[in-house]
């Protein structure tokens, strides 16, 4: 089963950037779209960006024009350039993988924290 590993969630000041990574293991039949994922306490988790596997990125309205979504197939890895982060930024990041199988994974999950 696809395992994927995040990093680089932290703590940061507002106007500050931050980059997540996240990789994945064990893939056996390919993957389709990567993205990433949040939830801030109280709220629904969100889609923040995907990407497909052809390099295609999709971006929610609030994160356009600062972050950038990128992946490395050769290396199953994901990354999220966050740039001018906002204190409403703040949340759980969590990256999401899709095989060629449909099946949907997910990473455990890394704090963002962005200070006013």
């Known amino acids: 089963q696809v395992q994927l590993v995040e990093s680089g969630g932290g703590l940061v000041q507002a106007g500050g950037s931050l980059r997540l990574s996240c990789t994945a293991s064990?893939?056996?039949?390919?993957?389709?779209?990567m993205g990433w994922y949040r939830q801030a306490p109280g709220k629904e988790r969100e889609l923040v960006a995907d990407?497909?596997?052809?390099?295609?990125?999709k971006y929610a309205d609030s994160v356009q024009g600062r972050f950038t979504i990128s992946r490395d197939n050769a290396k199953n890895t994901v990354y999220l350039q966050m740039n001018m982060l906002k204190p409403e930024d703040t949340a759980v990041y969590s990256c999401?993988?899709?095989?060629?199988?449909?099946?949907?994974?997910w990473g455990q999950g890394t704090q963002v924290t962005v200070s006013s």
């Open positions: 990407i497909t596997n052809s390099g295609s990125p």
């Open positions: 064990r893939v056996i039949f390919g993957l389709n779209a």
């Open positions: 999401n993988a899709v095989n060629r199988l449909n099946r949907s994974y």
